[in-house]
């Protein structure tokens, strides 16, 4: 699966929370470096609730790019999209 023609799916590493992440690789880079993928789910379909998800996992972006910038232990964002079904 690629996502964002862009990144290739390799294996789901787990789920929690609001969230499903996946090991994946960045097929347009020459080096195709792997890189981990969030995607947001949803269980209920309130759009309230919806609302307020999809803010929290922006701001979830917003604070990992901030922090991940020049640390060794904290990941970098590379990339935040949102789009319907994948």
Request: glycine share 8%.
């Amino acid at each position: 699966m690629l996502l964002n023609k862009r990144y290739q799916i390799i294996r789901s590493l787990g789920s929690g929370g609001f969230g499903e992440t996946f090991l994946a690789e960045d097929t347009q880079i020459p080096s195709t470096r792997r890189c981990v993928i969030k995607q947001l789910k949803l269980i209920q379909h309130n759009p309230q609730i919806y609302q307020l998800v999809q803010q929290r996992f922006a701001r979830e972006a917003a604070i990992l790019e901030a922090l991940g910038d020049g640390s060794s232990q904290i990941p970098s964002l590379y990339a935040y999209w949102v789009m319907g079904n994948w």
